[in-house]
Nanobody, 109 residues
Framework: AQLVESGGGLVQPGGSLTLSCVAS???????VNWYRRAPGKERELVAT???????TYADSLKGRFAISRDNVKNTVHLQMNSLKPEDTAVYYC?????WGQGTQVTVSS
């Protein structure tokens, strides 16, 4: 049983990326979270989605990021728009006690 993230990469400021998280061998819990850890900073909760589709976001990210969930495909996506250099971080998917390995997002010109 594992969570596998994908979709990270290098993008220019103002660009977009979509991260995906797939649960393999088990079903997502009621809540699925995306966290990020930037170099030299604490881990930050980015967004949360519940099984019914309700979502919450870090205040600083509202309007730029969107989390979505497909309970049939056991997949959660994080759509990231208008990316800024300060969004550079390793992004992690989490549900219950499961964590993915992280996917690197680098925003740079």
């Amino acid at each position: 049983a594992q969570l596998v993230e994908s979709g990270g990469g290098l993008v220019q400021p103002g660009g977009s990326l979509t991260l995906s998280c797939v649960a393999s061998g088990f079903a997502f819990g009621w809540y699925v979270n995306w966290y990020r850890r930037a170099p030299g900073k604490e881990r930050e909760l980015v967004a949360t989605i519940n099984r019914g589709g309700g979502s919450t976001y870090a205040d600083s990210l509202k309007g730029r990021f969107a989390i979505s969930r497909d309970n049939v495909k056991n997949t959660v996506h994080l759509q990231m728009n208008s990316l800024k250099p300060e969004d550079t971080a390793v992004y992690y998917c989490n549900t219950n006690s499961f964590w993915g390995q992280g996917t690197q997002v680098t925003v740079s010109s």
